[in-house]
């Protein structure tokens, strides 16, 4: 079975760091571009940070430039989240593209991870 699972998401003042985790399971990461979405709510689903099969092409949402990192390592992508802010909430999803796609676009990736719940609050 192809699962994608998040991981390391919770409740972070402003100002702090979190480090997500997006692991595969049923098939291996290597052969796919993985991309970081979130969604908060009553809003639509947003591109956050993607990067290539071998850690090459990463790409940011102006709204985390500096402040988030993405990398990969073996079977896990990890975004290190840092300098929080309350506009930060949102369920984060992590997604697989085969095609090496890492633009914004939810049509580019095949696989989605169930999501893991961001909140920063005070």
């Known amino acids: 079975q192809v699962q994608l699972v998040e991981s390391g998401g919770g409740l972070v003042q402003p100002g702090g760091s979190l480090r997500l985790s997006c692991t595969a399971y049923?098939?291996?990461?290597?052969?796919?571009?993985i991309g970081w979405f979130r969604q908060a709510p009553g809003k639509e689903r947003e591109f956050v940070a993607a990067?290539?099969?071998?850690?090459?092409g990463i790409v940011y949402a102006d709204s985390v430039k500096g402040r988030f990192t993405i990398s990969r390592d073996e079977n896990t992508v990890t975004l290190q989240m840092n300098s929080l802010n309350p506009e930060d909430t949102a369920v984060y999803y992590c997604?697989?593209?085969?095609?090496?796609?890492?633009?914004?676009?939810?049509?580019?990736?095949?696989?989605w991870g169930q999501g893991t719940q961001v909140t920063v609050s005070s």
């Open positions: 049923g098939f291996t990461l290597d052969n796919y571009a």
């Open positions: 997604a697989a593209g085969i095609t090496g796609y890492t633009g914004s676009s939810k049509d580019g990736y095949n696989y």
């Open positions: 990067i290539r099969r071998l850690g090459e």
